[in-house]
């Protein structure tokens, strides 16, 4: 957890201490996603989930859709991995990239409420 208010403010320290307090490639289930969510009051999915999967295109496929829904006056949100340039780049609401404080500020929420989860 950061220590003081120039890390809680650093994404680049998150994303490196995100790293080292998960330290497995993969961890199948969603029993760890769940108890975080409860913690955070976190209930239920949005009304409409869309969920890519596939070898190729995926990012094309997002983005596509995510102009077509934003052009029908829907609200989104997309989550797509890797990046390119920038972590901040895989996360966008109503096609707008999200901003790093937005993102540090989410992540310190999580860790709150985490409660070891890793």
Not at 3 to 32: F, K, M, T
Not at 68 to 91: C, G, N, Q
Request: charged share 25%; net charge negative.
């Amino acid at each position: 957890m950061p220590h003081n208010l120039a890390e809680v403010q650093d994404l680049d320290y998150w994303l490196r201490y995100i790293s080292s307090v998960h330290p497995r490639d993969i961890e199948l289930g969603l029993d760890r996603i769940r108890l975080v969510a409860n913690n955070l009051g976190i209930e239920k999915l949005a009304p409409q989930v869309v969920v890519v999967a596939g070898t190729n295109g995926k990012g094309s496929c997002v983005i596509s859709m995510e102009e077509i829904l934003l052009a029908a006056d829907y609200k989104t949100a997309s989550y797509t991995s890797p990046h390119i340039h920038r972590y901040a780049e895989r996360i966008k609401l109503n096609g707008s990239e999200v901003n790093a404080e937005t993102l540090c500020a989410a992540f310190e929420k999580v860790e709150l409420c985490r409660e070891g989860v890793s």
